[in-house]
């Protein structure tokens, strides 16, 4: 079975096809047009995904070496992400998959990243062999969720304000490091010392070893960026530049203690074995270094995507379809959903 995916959530235009074997194709296009502005603008990321979509999507074929006349199943993201933007993938995948009269399958794109580790380059999906508990960590969203092998779950904790990826990208604009800033802070840190200055970790708790963690779930960390706001207006231009390596490494460090403290300690009281990280933010090598470093203290298997599949891409919609279908999960009314802005996990029961 081939099937499309299609992704169009934020300033990716992404396409993939994924087979019996595996992953056969998966093209990101990622937007440039942002960065004069400090942050995605949805009119020009709509018109980028309206011009690129025919192309990328001929492209995913090419590479797959399959037609269009080929495809059993189309797929594509109904939501959360800007509204201009998912209509744009969403109505394209159901045009194509009316005209060749295939099933269509809408994805939740959160969904999509919490069952992104199991992506496979060799089998059509893998399915999660265990309850674990997933850490969905974006720039629109940061949650806490205890999932179940048959891909039910319960979202247990969420950002109050700001997601991570957001405190990654705002605190690097005011240390004027560009957009997205988040990477560029990731390789900055791996130069500094993350003792050079402690920024608060807000809703934490001592007691994250407990199975009674005496802290709650939910994230916070618009804290983080005003303390670093007025820590950075109490020093010269000279003394930043001159450490901006350690102030990157020390704000990474405020932000990834929070994420595994919060994760490592959901796994122990909900008495599951197993860890997921995912989300464009899974792509920090010191997330990525913290959490693995947390599990073996701790006896907890650890699922985490590989880099390709960490960001927002297709391959992942695809997967995620290909997961929903094999548990029945699909709607005969699938042409008819609509478009969303926000995630809810209420909309799981609409696919």
């Known amino acids: 079975m081939n099937i499309l995916g299609i992704e169009t959530s934020c300033d990716e235009t992404s396409a993939a096809i994924l087979g019996d074997g595996g992953v056969r194709s998966n093209v990101v296009s990622s937007q440039h047009c942002h960065g004069d502005f400090g942050g995605v603008v949805p009119e020009l990321a709509s018109r980028e995904h309206e011009r690129l979509i025919v192309s990328i999507v001929d492209t995913a074929l090419k590479d797959a070496n399959i037609t269009k006349n080929e495809l059993d199943v189309i797929a594509a993201t109904a939501g959360p992400g800007l509204i201009g933007a998912v209509m744009v993938g969403l109505c394209f995948a159901e045009g194509l998959a009316w005209a060749l009269g295939k099933p269509f399958v809408p994805v939740n794109h959160v969904e999509a990243h919490i069952f992104s580790p199991f992506i496979s380059d060799t089998a059509s999906s893998r399915s999660p062999e265990r309850d674990f508990v997933s850490l969905t960590v974006s720039g629109g969203h940061t949650l806490l969720s205890v999932v179940h092998q048959d891909l039910s779950y319960e979202v247990i904790g969420r950002t109050i304000d700001d997601a991570a990826g957001e405190a990654f990208d705002k605190t690097g604009k005011m240390l004027g490091l560009g957009y997205p800033a988040g990477p560029v802070i990731d390789r900055l840190a791996s130069q500094g010392d993350p003792a050079f200055h402690r920024f608060p970790r807000a809703l934490t708790s001592s007691s994250q070893t407990s199975r009674s963690y005496r802290g709650n779930f939910d994230f916070s960390f618009s804290g983080l960026k005003t303390s670093v706001l007025t820590w950075i207006g109490q020093h010269d231009h000279a003394f930043i ?103 809810s996990p209420a909309r799981r029961s609409q696919h």
């Open 241 to 343: 530049e001159r450490h901006l390596a350690d102030i990157a490494a020390a704000v990474q460090d405020a932000i990834v203690s929070v994420l595994v403290e919060k994760t490592v300690a959901a796994a122990l009281q909900h008495r599951v074995g197993a860890v997921s990280v995912a989300g464009g933010v899974s792509a920090n090598s010191g997330l990525r270094a913290a959490m693995a470093d947390a599990c073996r203290r701790h006896g907890l298997e650890l699922f985490i995507p590989a880099m390709a599949y960490s960001t927002d891409n297709a391959a992942m919609i695809a997967t995620m379809a290909s997961l929903m279908l094999s548990r029945g999960r699909v709607g005969e009314n699938a042409y008819n959903v609509a478009p969303f802005a926000r995630f």
